[in-house]
């Protein structure tokens, strides 16, 4: 079974833009509307069943995280589990991250820890409150390759402060 390229084409569009940081008004809605526009699009190829294999169920749960809405969340985590069940490595960070997403959207605790915020006064980014990791083994985080608070945000910010790291 051969993989979706409309939708590798969508993720990689996706991901282009989220290489910088959105600091106007103006820009974050241009990218708001891209985003809107990928969904839809990742929506339609979900009903028509061309989204198939582990590899296209990792795209579309990319551009589904990045939604505005419990529903695009809770369809970003079904889809990034079902990556990780097909052995897309990937996409295990993803299906705790929408998980947490879903989680926030819904004003519950985030459990995993990568929900964060960027704070324009302070120019960096910090933990989007509340969570509740009570019930989170360390192994499963492991498993999970979900990098502890202080490394992600280590992560995040020194992509405003000049360094790589993971997106």
């Known amino acids: 079974m051969d993989d979706n390229s409309r939708l ?6 996706d991901q282009k833009d989220r290489e910088q940081v959105y600091h106007s008004k103006a ?19 979900m009903s028509q069943g061309a989204v198939k294999t582990p590899l296209d169920f990792y ?16 369809a970003a985590h079904r889809l990034a589990v079902l990556s ?12 705790a991250a929408s998980l947490d997403r879903y989680l926030v959207s819904s004003e519950c605790p985030q459990i995993y820890g990568t929900q964060f915020e960027f704070d324009e006064a302070e120019n960096q980014y910090r933990l989007n409150m509340p969570i509740d990791e009570s019930s989170v083994m ?23 402060h000049g360094g790589g790291g993971k997106k």
């Open 8 to 13: 590798q084409e969508l993720y990689l569009g």
């Open 27 to 45: 820009r974050v809605d241009d990218l708001s509307a891209r985003d809107k526009l990928r969904r839809e699009l990742v929506y339609e190829m």
């Open 59 to 74: 795209h579309a749960a990319v551009i589904l995280q990045h939604g505005a809405l419990p529903k695009d969340f809770l």
């Open 84 to 95: 990780a069940v097909g052995g897309h490595r990937p996409a295990r960070w993803l299906l």
């Open 138 to 160: 360390p192994a499963e985080k492991t498993l999970l390759d979900v990098p502890s608070v202080p490394e992600r945000l280590k992560q995040l910010n020194s992509r405003i």
